[in-house]
């Protein structure tokens, strides 16, 4: 047996056969063009785009059918690529130019974007430099008429492993015999990451040289909750795994059951439980997990897959849908969040070559995203007419100066559209700036959150996706949980709310913790509530208290995981099974 370590992408435990694949490979044919034949390849090209927009409509609708709206938008980015007059064109170059057949052309063309994406220094657009290749691939195999996928007809509880894998490839997938993925690329961001985790498909990526490691047919175990994957494991191993997988899936079962009951500590303190969301339609997952609202709406969405910055009407009426949609409970909205990671089309020649140390959220809004940063709070004062429980969060918040001149653009807006009453602000603090400011900025600020990851990040100057520095990139580290603990004790001074809006909350045992340092609001992905919401009804906060504070005076995250794990071990979640 040996035991490989990589990263969780979606959860869950898999048993199973390996199936190695090594790629769909496309064998382009290669050939020059007499000079009357260009049209005609051009004509080609033409049709295999029309032929690959109709089958990814197919697909779209599939996918909206079978597994959701947000999935199926996935395809839509997809076929915006296909309309792009940018790609088109690249392509027709050469053919013309270089008078080479079509499918090389493609090659060419799609071989330069993803190519140029993934040397980005930043995740959103090495994520979409697959989705380039996809496209590429579907439109090679109109040309080529190459046949379907490897795929659709796999053995019984097989465990897929790729470098990596296309969204095609992951819906060829056989899905009735697929039991688990692994791969040695990919990311939390990608669109596999969110079609498996929407197909309730174990996965787990960062192996390098995995299909080097494994062949077809070797028996694996695969951990989604911890990224480790055992090959050729011995009888007791397995016996021991499916202990823990029927763990899992008892406790899944648990507690979703118990979702409808308030989330109150055994000794009556009360933790209020909300949704983040990046879509209108995942609003109503709030009423379906009984949670009190929306904590944290991220609403790049309306620019990162389009050439023109989102209008007035456009944005107001995606905030009206998602205040219709939660009915009376509290929204958070946040103001775009863009540099870093997250840069539209439109606003391309702004972004800079290291994007995560330059301008982000809201500086760039300020600055280079001026138009765009009014547009967004006319429309949000607009929305605010139809809830009285809507908030505007800043991102990304430095300190007082542009959190001041946020407040004062804001209002300048108001004047314009005669609007009196101005909806609660706040600041998401993300950065050491924002903590050794937080007195300042709450003197300001109506409420503020916590925005766990962009903290940890640059806190420990490590990058979240280095797995070289893994044990060290932790929200538990204490001097993260110094940074929070002292934001808390600000905040409380000056009687504003504070709550955790980044995905530290969704762990049960960090969520017990972040409460035993004196948050009362939690904001996470809406599937995530149901273990939270069950770990704190069986906790006292008196024994969560003490917790945060050995993990205050704690030297390394490692000794801190080590309280988390004795918390987890003396409230085993099966044991507080409802009579």
Known sequence: MSLLKGRPISPGYA???????????????????????????????????????KELERVKAYVHAEVGEEEAEIFSAHIALLNDPKYITRVEEYVRSQQINVEQAVEKTITELAEMLARMDNDYLREREQDIRDIGKRILRYLIRHPGFPMSNLPPQSIVIARELLPSDLLGIDREHTVGIVTEQGGEASHVAILGRSLGIPLVTGIKGLTQRIKTGTRLLVDGQTGEVWIDPTPQEIEGFMQHKQYYDHVSLLTVAEESRECITQDGVRIHLLANIGRPHEAAQVERHQLEGVGLFRTEYMCLDEMTPPSFDR??????????????????????DLGGDKQP??????????????????RFS????????????????QAASLSPLLKIIFPMVMGVADFK???????????????EKIPPV??????????????GILNLADFVSLGTNDLTQFILAADRNALEVIEDYSVLHPAVLRAIRQ???VADRKTRPVSVCGEAAADPWTACLLVGLGIRELSMSPVSSSRVRHALRH?????????????????????????IAGLAARHPLEEHEEK
């Open 15 to 53: 048993v199973g056969q390996a199936f190695v694949y090594g790629a769909d490979t496309i064998d382009i044919p290669r050939y020059r063009l007499p000079p009357d034949k260009v049209e005609a390849e051009c004509r080609r090209f033409y049709n295999a785009i029309s032929q690959a927009k």
């Open 405 to 419: 001149q946020a407040l004062n653009i804001l209002n300048e807006e108001a004047k314009v559209m005669k609007i």
């Open 366 to 381: 300020l600055s280079a995203a001026i138009d765009l940063f009014r547009t967004q709070l006319r429309a949000l004062l």
């Open 487 to 489: 934001v808390i004790e």
């Open 426 to 439: 706040g600041a998401l603090v993300e950065t050491p700036a924002a903590v050794f400011t937080i007195e």
């Open 315 to 336: 944005q107001f009426e995606v905030y009206k849908q998602t205040i219709q949609i939660l009915g009376p409970r509290p929204i958070v909205i946040r103001t775009f």
């Open 539 to 563: 906790v006292s906060y008196r024994e969560l208290e003490r917790l945060a504070q050995e993990a205050l005076a704690s030297e390394s995250a490692q000794d801190v995981h080590k309280l």
């Open 345 to 362: 089309a439109f606003l391309s020649h702004h972004f800079e070559l290291n994007p995560n140390l330059g301008m982000r959220g809201l």
